[in-house]
């Protein structure tokens, strides 16, 4: 299933023509039976289809955000994580963008309740800690979303003068 609302994005995000398309490859799980033993052992195994190109990792569902070094930066999959996010109204966020080119496989969805799509489903934390690494680029401005980081900043900034004057008003002093 996270292969399949990660594609609901990708299409939703393609409706927007950024400047390149993108798409997660198909993903099965086989579950293949012992023949013959008496074990009754069964393997169970995740199929993909084979990526030609060199494999790179753009983001994670734990901050990480690829800069330099062995990942390259980019800026389409990087965008298609805070689309997600924006257009979900904060809903949700896929992430752990990773695949050759724009061709994405394996990919992860947080959740506001961290409920569903498996453990590494960190829910409100990991979309914290994307947008604490995550600037926004080119295809973000095409797209028209707003800057987390700016936004995140006003929040924090927010929140720290509310709890020095809420603890001022506790003790009787003023910040």
């Known amino acids: 299933s996270m292969h399949w609302v990660s594609n609901h994005w990708a299409d939703m995000f393609n409706g927007y023509s950024p400047p390149k398309a993108v798409q997660f490859d ?13 074990d009754g052992r069964t393997f169970v195994l995740g199929l993909e289809p084979y990526l030609t190109g060199k494999f790179r990792k753009y983001n994670n569902n734990n901050g990480f955000v690829a800069t330099s070094g062995s990942n390259i930066q980019r800026s389409t999959p990087q965008a298609f994580s805070h689309f997600t996010y924006h257009y979900s109204c904060g809903e949700l966020m896929v992430v752990d963008i990773q695949g050759v080119g724009d061709a994405y496989t394996d990919p992860q969805l947080l959740t506001t309740d961290g409920e569903g799509y498996g453990r590494g489903n960190l829910g409100t934390e990991g979309m914290k800690k994307f947008f604490k690494t995550h600037k926004c680029n080119a295809v973000c401005t095409f797209l028209r979303l707003p800057n987390m980081g700016r936004i995140l900043k006003r929040a924090l900034s927010f929140n720290a003068a509310h709890s020095i004057h809420m603890k001022g008003q506790l003790t009787g002093t003023t910040a």
């Open 26 to 38: 198909p993903a099965a799980v086989a579950e293949l039976l012992s023949r013959g033993g008496s």
